[in-house]
């Protein structure tokens, strides 16, 4: 059996904590065999766990503390600390590993509450479970979600070379807002999901350069977002973005477009990989 689990955007810039998009990298645990104590084979890094400390296995074993141990094998390309849901995704694996291996039958509705209640906020972790785009709610302990279809365009991932947690990222941000400007940023965040809803990705760009919530807080610790976005306007692309709490920039951009964003991107100083990906339609996948 193998777990396939998306990268995922959260925030599309208003939708802050509540919006996302699931994306074409992805984390698989294979599993091998049975074994006497758990294990993952990986090469992922010095400091990932390969025993029960993982996050993988933390959450499988909260979900179900019965299951009997095996050897895994995890491999990924999405990248970590970036703001492409990294830990979302090892999350959404272990509970459909729990789900899985303990034959529990959770729903959707079920593993997207779990996976909320373990990850703080449901914007990762529930386009990783349901693919595509995802609008959702977590409030009085409850998520309620919708997942509806993103409109055709190319997703161009701009990732530093350098992490940033996303403690780091949400520990600048303020403990209140003004009523009014919350009002206005709340109306920036509705009509960026009406104009997904519309397919209307030249207006749905335009509000999600509007944010109000978080990015202007997080600046500082992103300075190539405004240099990018600068870029983007100039090209005539959709809108760029921070992605979850950075320091990735997502630009979404028409097809006919997109190889001249890129050999813009490239000229950028900063260390930084650059992706060309797609919105992943599937979500969580077991084969
Ligand atoms: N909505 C979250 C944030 C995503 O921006 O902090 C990162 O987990």
Redesign the pocket.
């Known amino acids: 059996m193998k777990i396939r689990v998306p990268a995922t955007s959260?925030?599309l810039g208003p939708g802050?904590?509540s919006c996302g998009i699931a994306l074409s990298q992805y984390l698989s645990i294979e599993i091998i065999k049975d074994t006497e104590t758990w294990e993952i084979q990986h090469s992922l890094g010095e400091d990932i766990p390969k025993d029960e400390t993982n996050l993988l296995l933390q959450t499988a074993l909260t979900v179900n503390p019965k299951l009997s141990p095996k050897l895994l094998k995890m491999t990924s390309d999405i990248p970590l600390a970036r703001?492409l849901g990294s830990s979302s995704s090892v999350i959404v694996a272990g509970i459909e590993l729990a789900n899985r291996l303990g034959g529990m039958h959770l729903s959707q509705k079920d593993k997207v509450q779990i996976a909320t209640e373990m990850e703080g906020?449901p914007?990762?972790v529930a386009p990783a479970i349901c693919g595509d785009f995802v609008v959702a709610s977590y409030v009085d302990g409850e998520v309620r979600y919708v997942k509806h279809h993103f409109p055709m365009c190319d997703v161009i991932a701009y990732v530093p070379d350098h992490e940033l947690l996303?403690q780091e990222?949400?520990s600048v941000l303020p403990q209140s807002m003004a009523y009014q400007e919350a009002v206005q940023a709340s109306s920036i965040a509705n009509v960026m999901i009406a104009a997904i809803l519309n397919g209307n990705l030249p207006l749905a760009g335009v509000m999600m350069e509007k944010d109000r919530w978080?990015e202007a807080h997080r600046d500082h610790l992103v300075p190539h977002l405004k240099t990018i976005r600068d870029m983007a306007h100039v090209l005539g692309v959709y809108g760029a973005f921070l992605s979850?709490?950075g320091p990735t920039v997502l630009v979404l951009s028409p097809e006919e477009k997109t190889d001249q964003m890129i050999q813009e991107l490239e000229k950028l100083p900063g260390k930084a990989s650059i992706h060309l990906l797609s919105v992943d339609q599937e979500g969580v996948q077991v084969f």
């Open positions: 959260a925030n802050f904590d703001g906020h914007d990762n996303t990222s949400r978080h979850g709490a």
